[in-house]
T-cell receptor, first 111, second 113 residues
Framework: SQQGEEDPQALSIQEGENATMNCSYK?????LQWYRQNSGRGLVHLIL?????REKHSGRLRVTLDTSKKSSSLLITASRAADTASYFC???????????FGQGTRLTINP | KAGVTQTPRYLIKTRGQQVTLSCSPI?????VSWYQQTPGQGLQFLFE???????NKGNFPGRFSGRQFSNSRSEMNVSTLELGDSALYLC????????????FGSGTQLSVL
């Protein structure tokens, strides 16, 4: 079973708007990562947040982590057409020594 | 610096055949992980290799195997192919572990007919 579950499964917004995706997980983690995948291609690492961190920024990306609720959110501000992709969260469950990916959120940015 | 290279990009096989996929990690990266991606199951961890040793394994049957060479290049093999093995197979490399920032290749799209 998947450790991480993204919500929503699909999101369609207008260019310039902000996009928020959420990820929930089940067990204690060491870190949580977000990746982007353009159709049929490999994944690209976006950001890593450790369990003792609450918020991280990278350019137009903002990630939050709430370990008490076992959830994370990815905010993309001022979206662009090039942001159209699938976004995955991946968790490093304590003791597992492997990344477990969620099912992803498919984001579409309409011009 | 060259990225992760996977070959071939596309592959078509028939049931019962076997297939070998190749992955060249980023220079200096010693950890190589393999993932299977399907529309129904999403991204599933296959295994991770470090210094020619399998360090971690996912929940896949023994038909799925892999190895890593002294130059960190890795191969995975699937024997006795089944229709359900049709998937995008992704290789990812990192410096030391399979749980830090991963660099992915473009994948091998395997179709089993």
């Amino acid at each position: 079973s998947q450790q991480g579950e993204e919500d929503p499964q699909a999101l369609s917004i207008q260019e310039g708007e902000n996009a928020t995706m959420n990820c929930s997980y089940k067990t204690s983690i060491n870190n949580l990562q977000w990746y982007r995948q353009n159709s049929g291609r490999g994944l690209v690492h976006l950001i890593l947040i450790r369990s003792n961190e609450r918020e991280k920024h990278s350019g137009r990306l903002r990630v939050t982590l709430d370990t008490s609720k076992k959830s994370s959110s990815l905010l993309i501000t001022a979206s662009r057409a090039a942001d159209t992709a699938s976004y995955f969260c991946a968790t490093d469950k304590q003791g597992a020594q492997k990344l477990v990916f969620g099912q992803g959120t498919r984001l579409t940015i309409n011009p | 610096k060259a990225g992760v290279t996977q070959t071939p990009r596309y592959l078509i096989k028939t049931r019962g055949q076997q297939v070998t996929l190749s992955c060249s990690p980023i220079s200096g990266h010693r950890s190589v992980s393999w993932y299977q991606q399907t529309p129904g199951q999403g991204l599933q961890f296959l295994f991770e290799y470090f210094s020619e040793t399998q360090r971690n394994k996912g929940n896949f049957p023994g038909r799925f195997s892999g190895r890593q060479f002294s130059n960190s290049r890795s191969e995975m093999n699937v024997s006795t192919l089944e229709l359900g093995d049709s998937a995008l197979y992704l290789c990812a490399s990192s410096w030391l572990t399979g749980v830090e920032k991963l660099f992915f290749g473009s994948g091998t799209q395997l179709s089993v007919l």
